[in-house]
């Protein structure tokens, strides 16, 4: 990403890959996803100045390597560098773990997908060389190296997921709808997260705890 600060309060974005040029306004940003590529980055401004951060206009332009909808966090990529070049030419400074909580609040209220912290967690604090062992309930999270023998290989399938397009949605309503049957029976559940392998299996748990729905 690219970004020059601008003497209006305008961003005007340029995307390499889509071969686009979008702009807006930040004194009329609101949530109206459109479904393409610009609502990340329009995201990601509407929530920081939500947050209290004024923003100053910008020209960006953008440019990614990795296979757009391929499951590696191309988006959360475009919010967490949009969100570090906005904060950078406006002169502001952000704690890692509030950035990427304000990028997940850009997907989740402003592009419509109801995904958790990790991606936009793992743009903001992963190293070359090593995984991220985070905890998203409490954003615990520390650096795991990993051994020099283990080799991660990534096939680009051409198979693409679209988080807006409302399919991570639905499974995100399914574990939901399940953590509401499961408490009726293991009621201090918040989470499937909470639910143990012995609850599951040894814990007397059968189809006729659950309703029909």
Known sequence: MAIAPRNDRRLALYSENFDEAVEATLDELKIRATGKWADYPLGVAWALEQAGYVLRG????????????????????VEVSTALALMDVAQHTIATKKLALLCQKAENEFVGARCGIMDQFISCHGHEGSAVLLDCRCLDFRAVR??????????????????GSGEYNVRRGECESAVRQLSGVLPKIRALRDVTLAELGGGGITIADFSAT
Do not use: D, R, W
Request: net charge neutral; aromatic share 2%.
């Open 58 to 77: 910008a020209n960006i332009y953008i440019l990614g390597e990795v296979p757009l909808g391929a499951g590696l966090s191309s988006s959360a990529a």
């Open 146 to 163: 990993l051994p020099s023998a283990v080799h991660l290989v990534i096939c680009n399938t051409m198979v693409q997921h679209k988080h």
